[in-house]
């Protein structure tokens, strides 16, 4: 697997979202995109990062960038999620992990000295030529959202 580089034209996305309807990268051509992996609704980490966007989505939207979060969670959890934390994010559900797949990040991790397989936290800037303008990999959370804008803005 060939690991996804700034520069190179992001790969295709065609996914349901929280409250069912398709999301397809291509519909957001003209539009910046981040496009962050997380993996798990409802976990603790991951909570945080999606209010975080959410609470700085007006910002988003002045600087022209859409937000999509992608897990492999199906949509009945994330429409739960976004009830229980009043997310207005889109969630993107990656059930089969093609899309984590094709971006790099269903990887192999260990946790208390098992290995299994799992997304990283990580999040994509997709310029509006729908080429990738920066990646984070192996995200922390605190500031994160705060660094995203800052590329934007740059």
């Known amino acids: ?8 034209t992001a790969p295709h996305v065609t996914l349901p979202r929280d409250g069912g309807e398709i999301v397809n990268l291509g519909d957001f051509a003209g539009k910046n995109v981040v496009l962050y992996f997380y993996p798990r609704d409802d976990t ?8 975080d966007f959410t609470q ?9 960038a859409v937000v999509l979060g992608v897990s492999k969670d199906p949509v009945k959890k994330h429409d739960k999620f976004v009830a229980k934390h009043d997310l207005k994010i889109a969630l993107l559900a990656d059930t089969d992990s093609d899309v984590c797949e094709r971006y790099g990040v269903w990887v192999e991790k ?20 729908g080429k990738i303008k920066q990646i984070w990999r192996k995200v922390r959370v605190p500031g994160h959202v705060d660094a995203v804008l800052e590329a934007l803005r740059a």
Do not use: Q, V, W
């Open 110 to 129: 260990k946790m208390y000295g098992k290995t299994h397989m799992g997304i990283e936290r990580a999040t994509f800037l997709i310029g509006p030529d």
């Open 44 to 51: 603790s980490g991951c909570t945080k990062e999606a209010i």
């Open 56 to 64: 700085n989505l007006a910002e988003f939207d002045a600087l022209n």
């Open 1 to 8: 697997m060939t690991l996804l580089a700034a520069g190179d």
